[in-house]
């Protein structure tokens, strides 16, 4: 589903490479934790797969676009496979929870008729039924993420790419995030998530890639966030 | 396309940049009015020069002694004249005006006034008054060829007279013209600045228009199509306001000399036609602007 040839990317400001002859490859419906410290290359790795930036050598493909290759005029294809969330949340605070999860779809032109359907739908897979007019601002941190998955995983994208999606989160609340991307994994959308949280990467004992200075260290299926050190 | 969507985004936009909105409206309105002021000043010189170009003449005044003893052209010296200039082909037909005619003529153009009185008709001369084929291109030869012949005091060309309005309706579109050049730049720099401001603040919502995928067409036509709304609706003003101008002080300034025949009058039809062409040049200014702005500093 998603595979990195030797991939480096050097930013003109930096000498170092942010990263550094990179190859991955994530199986259809893997569930993969990026780690690393603050600087290894976490962020610079979701935005090669985003197309927000392009690779200066390697290959990226993603199911089966060449990322790194792509027309500009064909790059809102790819963004229409991929789902995102962020730490941040990005939700538009002028507009209801409902409103907020209809605007992804609004945007890429799709009908009224189907947005009013699928909608509901998946709020309540996010567990947000009923509250679909609320503001953003009325909502708890956890609920404002859900909005924000709900909002990614509408339009059922092949990939969901979450850059510390629990970072502003308390550790119960995280727990529930946690669980809700597990489930939106089971429905088959692989799943790449960036994070500094030890204890979710330890209970969940799911793949696990560390990068440290732009370089892939360690590559393990079931893995901890600290072994080995 | 959901043109409902779109439709919602720039009157957002719109609504959220209010007074710079309003800004850009008047700026463009001004800017565009200033066009039309000129367009109607380029149209009032072609219609005033199309009025004269049929009035105008070449006139053949002739010597003292000629005009004083010569009374119906008849003698050698004026008959030969108005052979000459009737034989050539640039001369459309001869028209002499003896001393006494210029006389009662003078008379009756200052009536009432003292000149009128001081005047003998010894001071005036008689004249051959030549209609030409083409003004423009005639004038100069027959000036020519006239000046230096016997009994021919001296040849007035009366594009001359008139060159003075032509040069003040010349100089009210050039001024015109370089108000509008320096409004247009103006209002450019504003439409520019506006798109950016309106991008900026909608910045959160271009970001998740990206990252979901959305067409660069759909996440860029809401800033176009509200830079195109303000620029037409500029225009639809500086049309109102050149119609209002006609009425409340164009059609006073000029009543004088338009009833006088001395130029034509603007008529609102001649508004209407220029304001016509204001929409789309408005429409097209903005959209251009707004779409090169896009282009070159905002990411979308």
Partial sequence: ?229 | MRTDFVAREVLTGLRRNVTMTVAMVLTTAISLGLVGTGLLAVNTIDSTERLYSDRLEVQVSLTQDVSSTDTDCSQPICANLRTTLENSPLVESVDFESQPQAYERFKELFAGQSIAEVVRPQSLPATLRVKLVDQDTGAEAIRQAMADQVGVRNVIDQRDVVAKLFDFLGGVRNVTFALALVQAVAALLLISNTVQVSAYTRRTEVGVMRLVGATRWYTQLPFLIEAVVTGVVGAVLASAGLIAAKFVFIDDLLAGIAQNGVIPPISLLDVVQVSIYLVPIGAAIAAITGYVTLRLYVRL
């Fill in chain 1, 1 to 229: 589903m998603i595979r990195l040839e030797r991939v480096t990317k050097m930013y003109k400001t930096s000498t170092r490479p942010a990263l550094d002859r990179v190859s991955v490859s994530v199986e259809k419906g893997e569930f993969v934790f990026l780690i690393g410290p603050s600087g290894s290359g976490k962020s610079t790795f979701l935005r090669l797969l985003l197309r927000e930036d392009v690779p200066t050598r390697g290959n990226i493909f993603v199911s089966d676009l060449n990322v790194a290759k792509l027309p500009r005029r064909r790059v809102p294809r790819l963004r229409q496979r991929i789902g995102c969330v962020f730490q941040d949340f990005r939700l538009l605070p002028n507009k209801t929870v409902g409103g907020n999860v209809a605007f992804a779809l609004e945007v890429i032109g799709k009908q009224a008729s189907t947005i009013r359907k699928v909608v509901p739908e998946v709020l309540e897979l996010v567990g947000l039924e009923g509250k679909a007019e609320r503001m953003p601002h009325e909502l708890s941190g956890g609920e404002q993420q859900r909005v924000a998955i709900a909002r990614a995983f509408v339009n059922r994208p092949l990939v969901l790419l979450a850059d510390e999606p629990t970072g502003n989160l308390d550790p119960d609340t995280s727990q529930d995030i946690m669980l809700l991307l597990e489930r939106i994994n089971r429905t088959g959308t692989t799943v790449v998530m960036a994070t500094h949280d030890h204890s979710i990467v330890d209970s969940m004992r799911r793949r696990v890639v560390e990068l440290d200075l732009g370089q892939v260290v360690r590559d393990e299926s079931r893995g901890v966030y600290g072994v080995g050190r």
